[in-house]
């Protein structure tokens, strides 16, 4: 019984005591819908699905095993990842903590978490370490995109300093593009960020696809429906009493409100691209 060095990741839902209160009283969330968003955080098919056919994410980029190691441990409200030190490692794991942040989001549920490396000793019964210890420590202490000098427990997954550093030193293009698109740096901070994946974007003939903007406006319309549902589940499942899940509340709901104004600038400028189309059928 040796610890390990792996990638580690360490995510707890963010008021869940409240949740569970809310849902015993009948006025929140089902434990049914509770019970999915425990389940968000992983599961043992998740652990099946790499064991059967290797990493889903940059397959081809370099790793020590076929199921890099890979170890999901979840537990009430939080969930403890591991995976081995490799490219495919660190990023397949990062790829199932966003996933699990981003399913929570669509519930209106928060979270926050920390990956970093260091060692543990992982198996489905065990869960020993001091960077599993640093990890779970850290994740009280997450402060990126925080809005004042002393806040401290913002809704984030941080990511040490040490593994945006490992990956920048990756020649995987794969590794480092996935990265870029799951997350954001705040100073010298870097986190998760489910938000990215609600922007809209739009091609002109790209790849054969004729631009048509009516089309257009409507799936910005329907990015603007998801994202207002999940403000609304956000709001919703806020404890209003707690001036700290409060707080935490408001960065989920500043965040969305900067996707609803992306929206807005999207349908600005298609309708820009309307007015030549316009003349030309006039």
Known sequence: MHPADKFIGFVDIVGFKSLVQAAEAQKGLTFAELSQAVEAL??????????????SICPQAPRLRKN????????????????EISPAGIINLISH??????KLLKMGIMCRG???????YH????QIGTGLNDAV???????VFRQDANERGTPFIEID???????????????KEMFSRQVKTDGDLTALFPFKR???SFAIGGFGRKFDPEKEKASVNVVRGWIRNMKAGVSKHINQSDPKTVSKGNHYIRMLDEQLRACDKTEEMIDRLMLPLSGLRG
């Open 42 to 55: 992983g599961t043992d098919e998740d652990l099946k699905h790499v064991e059967q056919y290797g990493p």
């Open 68 to 83: 890099l190691d890979l170890q999901i441990t979840q537990a009430s409200d939080c969930v403890i990842v591991s995976a």
């Open 97 to 102: 903590c966003w996933v699990a942040q981003f």
């Open 114 to 120: 920390y990956i970093k490396r260091g060692l543990i």
């Open 123 to 126: 198996t489905k019964a065990h």
């Open 137 to 143: 420590d850290k994740e009280k202490e997450v402060s």
């Open 161 to 175: 300093p040490g593994i945006v550093e490992y990956v920048e030193a990756q020649s995987d293009q794969c590794v």
């Open 198 to 200: 609600l922007n809209h």
